[in-house]
């Protein structure tokens, strides 16, 4: 039975699609994903995604500048819409004001701080879902990126709103508030599980410009072995990681890589 469910996850995994320009201005460009599913791509590289159930909306991450965004959404959808963000890095809650209330994981509320928001905060918890009418969006929990990282899944398509999470490539751990790499390492257990046993497919990653594809089983995978190295202590073939001075950015930050997947961390905190 589970080899069964394994030949039918590649082959449901092996239906891809192209993306169709619906939507430009000077911020941003949306384009269609699959049905009912947007991806907005904004000039300087940030990514949300615009999902439509027969009742309901989502609107997944809020960019960096992208004037009257409110607006510019409901030129794909009129429906209520809930708007979830991912972990509260500036390039993913840059235009929370233009709505009145939003979703995040209470963990990450400690970078709140850095941003005058009046609206209202709900706080997300594991396993929470947001009901669309005819699509459920399902919460999932992913610290290692920050401390409140969180993926939204979508089982019914098989699709995995990402964020950070895993990266666009390279995951960025080495920034504060620190997560310890072991809690990093079951985070890309629990989504490793989720691609074998939980029925997603594909990974829609936070900086979707970068890279202009989703992420498959076997990202996860190498992601895993990574984190695994990393949290007991085999940093062999780590180098320097050259970055321009961040807000979050602090220590010694270096990366160790396979290939398409990389893993960048504080060279003095590890765990
Ligand atoms: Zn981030």
Known sequence: MKNLFFLLNIFLCSVTSVAQEFFKNDDLTISKLKDKTWVVETADNTTMYILEGSERAMLIDTGTKCTTLD????????????????????????????????????????????????????????????????????????????????????????????????????????????????????????????????????????HYPYVKRCYDLEYIRKMEVLAKRLSVGDTEGTKPFNIPPSLHALGRSVYLSDGEVTIVYNADKIN
């Open 71 to 206: 607006e510019v959404v409901r030129k794909i959808t009129t429906k209520p819409l809930d708007v979830v963000i991912t972990h509260l890095h500036p390039d993913h809650a840059g235009n929370i004001c233009y709505f009145d209330s939003i979703y995040l994981h209470p963990a990450d509320t400690v970078m709140m701080h850095e941003y005058r928001y009046n609206g209202k905060v709900n706080y997300v918890k594991e396993g929470q879902v947001f009901d669309l009418g005819d699509t459920k969006v399902e919460v999932a929990y992913m610290p290692g990126h920050t401390p409140g990282s969180i993926v939204l899944l979508n089982r019914a398509t098989g699709d995995c709103f990402s964020g950070d999470a895993f990266g666009s490539g390279q995951v960025w751990l080495q920034l504060e508030p620190h997560v310890p790499m072991t809690v990093y390492l079951q985070s890309c257990q629990r989504m490793r599980q989720l691609m074998e046993q939980g029925g997603i497919c594909y990974i829609w990653c936070g």
